[in-house]
């Protein structure tokens, strides 16, 4: 097997962060019990950049995903959560392609993986008309999944993992509960049945004034920030994995 994910942050991995700063995530856990699933090594490449939108994730990170030699079986793609987050935007366009991605991993005999991201609406400002966008971006996909018979994980309408501790402290990516939460979801949707990871119930959040104050300072206004600059996250970066690594078989974390 080889499997490449492309995508933006929630795809790279942010906000499961290991000792060393780098990010982890629910792909390169997917990878892992890909190769304990089956009982040996698999290839495994991750092309996503924090910050994409999805037409340079459909543009430029599927064609390199699609060039890598030898060519994948298997490819994950979820995108448009920073669309979604951008005013204006088109769920037409969204949509249209979403099914070009599909179609060109199709005509090249690869087996296609389709992900809705998790939804950060509850505990972000104006998370209303996130969850309006995302609901309705989720739910024109997923007929277009079945047609294709394609493997379909709604991570979007999953309830369970919108709750406060599965999300890091910026609030829109999820932490390393999260991570592996999604992650336990596309292996049993893959056909390796793996129970779905949840954290103890524990208290409800309580977030004080001071608390939101430095959320605001820390989170919120250097994201404005950036999108006053035209900036992104993601500027100048490319994807950790932009190659094929082997992923041993061996029990996954």
């Known amino acids: 097997m080889r499997y490449v994910a492309i995508g933006d942050s929630f795809t790279e991995g942010m906000g499961d962060t290991q000792p060393d700063g780098s990010e982890r995530g629910w792909a390169d856990l ?110 024109a996909v997923a007929p277009i999944a079945q047609s294709y018979d394609l493997t379909f994980v709604d991570v979007f309408h999953d309830t369970e993992i919108q709750r406060a501790g599965y999300w890091s402290g910026d609030r829109l990516h999820l932490n390393a509960a999260g991570h592996r939460r999604v992650a336990s979801l596309v292996l049993s949707a893959l056909g390796h049945e793996t129970p779905a990871h949840v954290i103890d119930p524990g208290p409800g959040a309580r977030n004080g004034l001071l608390a939101e104050a430095r959320y605001y300072r820390e989170h919120v206004l250097p994201w404005v920030q950036r999108r006053l600059r035209g900036q992104s996250s993601g500027d100048h970066r490319s994807g950790k994995y932009t190659d094929w690594i082997s992923v041993p078989a061996t029990q996954p974390a």
């Open 30 to 139: 997917v990878a892992a019990g890909l190769a304990a699933g089956l009982g040996e090594p698999i290839q495994y490449a991750n092309l996503a950049i924090r910050g994409r939108l999805l037409r340079p994730i459909v543009d430029d990170q599927l064609e390199a995903a699609l060039a890598l030699d030898p060519k994948p079986t298997l490819l994950s793609l979820n995108g448009g959560g920073n669309d979604m987050l951008r005013p204006g935007g088109d769920l037409n366009t969204l949509v249209e392609m979403t099914v070009k991605a599909i179609r060109r991993c199709l005509d090249e005999g690869v087996q296609v993986l389709l992900l809705s991201g998790a939804d950060p609406s509850s505990h972000l400002p104006f998370g209303s008309k996130f969850r309006r966008k995302g609901d309705a971006l989720t739910n």
